[in-house]
């Protein structure tokens, strides 16, 4: 028996690894999946393709069109005695108490865009301002006049009259791709014009509650309190954007920076140039999103649509028809599965121009014909006084 073992046993053991190799290598021929890894190997290449070790050319041209503003204005403030808080003595003197007046400043930039001393910037910088003063890169400072701006895009239109100004050149910002390089240049908190470097980490950012109308790009290149209507600008020191605003939980940039893009930006500014404010249609309403328990109960789970919420007396939409509860399907063929998108389109249809509204309403599907209206300019806000 022992003999036979080893007789048999060595031819025995080697068919056995020679067909757990096969199965190994090949286990299609055994019926078994093929547990082959297919990677993608990049092609060897005979030269590396490396970025630009500097990117002075595109700041040396973009800079000189960046300048600091520096805005001033008066707030009228309390005189801090304690007995200007006692009940009785306000009880006898009413509101009539004294003042004081001192002067508030604070930072920004903004971005000259034409030889003719058109700026651009926040409307949040400028806004309540009794003075703002323009600082150039080559030393020259002048006082700006605000031509108009724009509160629902937060943007501001200004003024200055000099010789021989620098203007940025423009570039395309909806050619931009995630990823580019991005350089942002401004006034963080006075120190005077700074250049700071990222990346596209985003664009058509919305839905962010900060302006009404939101389509903002993101960048990771650092943007702290005074860059606020700076420029971002790409590699080649085209602008691309305006610079708005932070996400922040410290106050200080942490590589989440939001810019408007030029196309908006510029749209803002010929309208203000030409019209005093931006034009923009408006029909009146007020819709709220479609959900799940909504979409079931007017029977439409796989059509997108908008419910009106609220209609203004005497708007367009109210002229032409529309009421509560309508769920508006369509607007001009367009579906309406975004309130913010489709109102945006309402926005930029010309006033006194006719669209068609596809609508459901009690299971039946109408089409109601609006004449946009001009949309009213916001409500200004109410002076704060301090204390």
Do not use: C
Request: proline share 6%; no cysteine.
């Amino acid at each position: 028996m022992f003999k036979a073992l080893r007789f048999f046993g060595w031819p025995l053991l080697t068919g056995i690894l020679i067909a757990l190799l096969v199965i190994q290598r090949f286990p299609q021929w055994v019926g078994l999946p093929s547990q082959d890894v297919n990677l993608q190997q990049a092609p060897q290449s005979a030269s590396v393709i490396q970025g630009p070790v500097s990117y002075a050319d595109a700041v040396a041209i973009a800079a000189p069109a960046v300048a600091n503003l520096y805005t001033t204005k008066v707030v009228n403030k309390s005189a801090a005695h304690p007995l200007f808080e006692d009940p009785q003595f306000r009880r006898f003197f009413g509101d009539n108490l004294p003042k004081q007046r001192r002067w508030e400043s604070s930072l920004g930039s903004a971005v000259i865009m034409s030889p003719e001393g058109y700026l651009l910037t926040n409307n949040h910088v400028t806004s309540g301002a009794d003075q703002i003063v323009v600082a150039l890169k080559d030393g020259r400072e002048t006082l700006a006049r605000v031509i108009g701006s724009d509160p629902e895009t937060d943007l501001a239109v200004l003024k200055i009259d000099l010789k021989n100004i620098p203007s940025i050149t423009i570039g395309r910002s909806d050619g931009i791709h995630i990823g580019d390089v991005a350089l942002a240049i401004g006034n963080p908190f006075g120190v005077g014009q700074t250049v700071t470097m990222g990346i596209i980490s985003a664009t058509g950012r919305n839905q962010l509650g900060l302006n009404t109308y939101e389509d903002f790009i993101q960048t990771d290149a650092a943007i702290n309190p005074g860059n606020s209507g700076g420029a971002l600008v790409d590699a080649n020191g085209n602008l691309t954007g305006i610079n708005t605003a932070i996400f922040s939980k410290s106050g200080g940039s942490q590589g989440i920076g939001f810019a408007i893009p030029t196309k908006l930006a510029l749209e803002v500014m010929k309208s203000i140039i030409e019209h005093g404010q931006v034009i923009r249609g408006w029909l009146g309403i007020e819709v709220q999103p479609m959900t799940e328990e909504l979409a079931e109960s007017f029977n439409l789970k796989d059509r997108p649509g908008i419910v009106v919420a609220g209609i203004f007396r005497d708007g367009p939409a109210q002229k032409a028809g529309l009421q509560l509860g309508d769920v508006i399907l369509s607007i001009n063929g367009e579906p309406a599965g975004d309130g913010r998108k489709s109102m945006n389109q309402v926005a930029r249809t010309r006033p006194n121009d006719k669209i068609a509204i596809q609508v459901m309403r009690k299971g039946k599907e109408i089409t109601l014909n609006a004449e946009v209206g001009l949309r009213p300019p916001p409500a200004p806000a109410a002076p704060k006084e301090e204390k």
